[in-house]
């Protein structure tokens, strides 16, 4: 049995196939493009079209490689959202969450509806972008002519198959769901001008969505495909595939953003939640995943996209190990980081108002930018073990920054844990073992990460001796000033 995972995050997609054989997991990348949000009119989109291209490309690809069928999986990133009128037609182009049409929602909304009756009903993280906020300033006029909405991973399946679906991990992120009914709330929807009927009905990772429906693309030489709706936000399939064992762990899911976490049973809604601002999204295997989103790979992203010099992320890292950490300290959560037009010199304006060490070279932005995530890390790895009272032995960052060597280990030297750094490609394997799990070739979530330790390499790094409580004394400092100006 052959498996197609199509996994798509802000700045890259790819279609990766998989079979378990002899009980491991052989991937294999066959097709990659990239992602982005385009500026039109004001607002930032994305081209959604060109995902589903993307998509078409990739999977004639499994054909060419002789297999005439498969099961495919999708999953992409959280809150973003597409309106569909009466007739399935798509009312307008997909706004990005990195718009700054929600830059002052929130305090908007909550004049109507306050934070802690929100979070209350919710237990998910404030963030500006989320759904709640989008929709608060959607068109009225649009909104009105709006028959469904559904989330991006779920209108790709919409477009491939038809059939449209509501998968719980992606909608869980919307600040719309209440976890205790495990329905979308009355008071928030009334807020936000939506009701619960232009969503389609809610559905749990594993279920089959249906056949992709070929003779819609003449064009394209597609294998006969059973598209399975997997965890569609790609944490929640990352997490899926983290090779925790026991209840010890927690996890960083490292890519454009960073999400640090444990996996939880039930919700954690409560005051000291609240004021650290910790999220509560439904994870697969009816799981919670209680964790904080903070800005991640974004801001190298942005800088190595504005350096002169043409450096790949290894060589980044590598210039970075060259540079002695710690020089500044920065609050990469400012929203002044969301999307500036220029990151570098939005990093260098932060350090000359607070008089600190302007960083130039690419090492020195670098170094700049991992010393800042591993002091944030090690922060929210604290406040995650106060919160739930939980002593963290294992932490394993799993994604693309598990590549990164040079952050990983400033991460074990600053949380004082073990990190154990591995899969790379996290949430297209998650991806994949839900399919798996829906086939029943894989029985359950702990077969499934058993599955993930004997099959992919898993870097070990050990803390070393750091003055990690003066480091993020300083930390706090620092950022307690800049937020005085």
């Not at 928030?188 to 939506?194: C, H, M, N, P, Q």
């Not at 330790?453 to 870097?459: A, E, G, H, M, T």
Request: net charge negative.
């Amino acid at each position: 049995m052959i498996y197609a995972a199509i996994d798509i995050g802000a700045s890259s997609g790819r279609v990766i196939i998989g079979e378990l054989q002899e009980g491991k997991l052989a991937v294999q990348e066959i097709h990659r493009f990239a992602n982005g949000f385009m500026q039109r009119n004001g607002h930032c989109y994305w081209d959604i079209d060109h995902l589903l291209e993307q998509i078409l490309q990739g999977l004639q690809k499994v054909k060419a490689l002789g297999y005439d069928c498969c099961t495919v999986g999708i999953d992409t990133w959280a809150v973003d959202y597409v309106l569909l009128d009466e007739k399935g037609s798509r009312l307008r182009e997909v706004i990005s969450y990195r718009d700054k049409r929600t830059e002052n929602t929130m305090e908007k909304l909550t004049q109507t509806v306050s934070k802690e009756t929100i979070y209350q009903k919710t237990g998910i993280q404030f963030l500006p972008f989320n759904t709640i906020y989008q929709l608060y300033e959607e068109d009225q006029e649009l909104l009105r002519k709006t028959a469904q909405i559904l989330m991006v991973p779920d209108y790709l399946g919409y477009c491939l198959t038809g059939k449209a679906a509501a998968e719980i991990t992606n909608v869980s992120t919307t600040q719309l769901l209440n976890p205790s009914t495990g329905k979308f709330d009355p008071e928030l929807l009334k807020a936000v001008s939506v009701k619960a009927q232009q969503f389609p009905p809610l559905t749990e990772p594993g279920q089959e969505l249906g056949m992709i429906r070929n003779e819609w693309f003449p064009a394209y030489d597609l294998p006969a495909c059973r598209v399975i709706t997997v965890a569609t936000h790609d944490t929640a399939s990352a997490v899926l595939s983290a090779p925790g064992i026991n209840n010890d762990w927690a996890y960083i899911s490292s890519g454009t953003w960073s999400l640090i976490g444990m996996e939880n049973e039930t919700p954690i809604i409560n005051k000291l939640a609240l004021k650290n601002n910790y999220t509560n999204e439904r994870g697969a295997n009816n799981t919670i995943r209680f964790l904080k989103n903070i800005i991640g790979m974004w801001v190298i992203q942005e800088i190595r996209r504005q350096l002169r010099e043409d450096y790949n992320f290894q060589e980044l890292a590598e210039e970075a190990g060259k540079t002695k950490p710690f020089q500044q300290f920065i609050n990469l959560n400012d929203d002044r980081f969301l999307n500036p037009d220029d990151m570098i010199k939005e990093i260098q304006h932060y350090c000359r108002e607070t008089f600190q060490q302007i960083p130039h070279t690419a090492g020195e932005l670098a170094c700049c930018i991992y010393s800042n995530l591993a002091i944030i890390y090690a922060i929210a790895i604290s406040e995650l073990e106060t919160i739930t009272g939980k002593n963290i032995q294992q932490l394993h960052i799993i994604g693309g920054g598990a590549q990164n060597d040079f952050l990983n280990q400033l991460t074990a030297d600053m949380s004082g844990k073990t990190v154990y750094a591995g899969p790379a490609e996290a949430t297209a394997i998650g991806n994949l073992l839900m399919q798996m799990i829906a086939a029943k070739e894989i029985k359950d979530v702990n077969q499934a990460r058993k599955t993930v330790r004997n099959s992919f390499p898993i870097k070990v790094f050990l803390p070393k001796d750091t003055d990690r409580s003066a480091i993020i004394q300083s930390y706090h400092q620092t950022v307690l000033k800049a937020l005085s100006k």
